[in-house]
């Protein structure tokens, strides 16, 4: 009503509506990675799902109910890693590169130490929050060692995010995009086979935690080897 009797200072237009190819390139910049980051993650579940079946529709349903029990940290952390991206990106623009690697490090610290704490409440209070789901013993049993198994990923994977929230801050979705491709297809669907073809279901339900572990590791790696770059560069200029 406001709109069409044009009462507002602002009144949207569709003759002002146009596409500009720069917009739309870098819409698709961030689109693109993005989508196939799901399409990545879909494609290890059903890897997961179809070697994990063999073991029965308990341990299926075990990954299942603990991947809905970690849900809820998941949102936490994707959050956190959230709320430093503009600071960060702030200071990268206003190339104050040591203020923004401090701002990386603490983050970092500070997300990791409460993701060590969640873990161990999680660790500690497996049975119970298993128990919500199943009263069977065996039920219980098999479905707390896949929850402990998972979240081994805590603490690790904040920082991951972190590294791919910086990217995203700074206008880098491709360095963003790699970290997701190394994770998926370099490092956790092989980890599914070879530890289900070594140890079965015993250590397939560590093999996203080992991913994470190493994925951090590049991840940081990569950041701070590009973080080097852009100072020498502009050492160079000025």
């Not at 910049?29 to 799902?49: C, G, K, S, Y």
């Not at 929850?147 to 791919?164: D, G, N």
């Not at 956790?188 to 935690?209: E, R």
């Amino acid at each position: 009503y406001y709109y069409v009797r044009k009462k507002t200072i602002l009144t949207p237009s569709i003759k002002l509506l146009k596409f500009d190819k720069n917009i739309i390139k870098e819409i698709m910049l961030v689109w693109i990675p993005h989508t196939l980051e799901q399409f990545f993650t879909t494609v290890a579940m059903i890897v997961l799902n179809n070697l994990a079946v063999i073991y029965g529709e308990i341990t299926i349903a075990a990954m299942c109910v603990a991947n809905k029990i970690m849900t809820f940290w998941t949102y936490i952390y994707q959050w956190m890693a959230a709320w430093c991206q503009p600071l960060i990106g702030y200071n990268y623009w206003a190339k104050n590169y040591s203020r923004m690697k401090e701002l990386i490090k603490s983050w970092t610290l500070v997300s990791t130490a409460i993701e060590i704490v969640i873990m161990i409440l999680f660790w500690t209070f497996a049975p119970y929050l298993i128990s919500v789901f199943s009263n069977s013993e065996e039920v219980i049993h098999i479905w707390s060692k896949t929850l402990r198994a998972f979240i081994w990923i805590f603490p690790f994977v904040s920082s991951t995010s972190i590294v791919r929230n910086t990217f995203n801050a700074i206008w880098k979705p491709l360095y963003a995009f790699s970290i997701t491709f190394i994770r998926q297809l370099i490092l956790y669907i092989p980890f599914l086979w070879l530890f289900n073809k070594i140890w079965q279901y015993d250590w397939l339900i560590f093999a996203q935690p080992m991913t994470e572990f190493i994925c951090m590791f590049i991840s940081l790696r990569l950041l701070f080897n590009f973080l080097r770059k852009q100072e020498r560069c502009e050492k160079i200029i000025y």
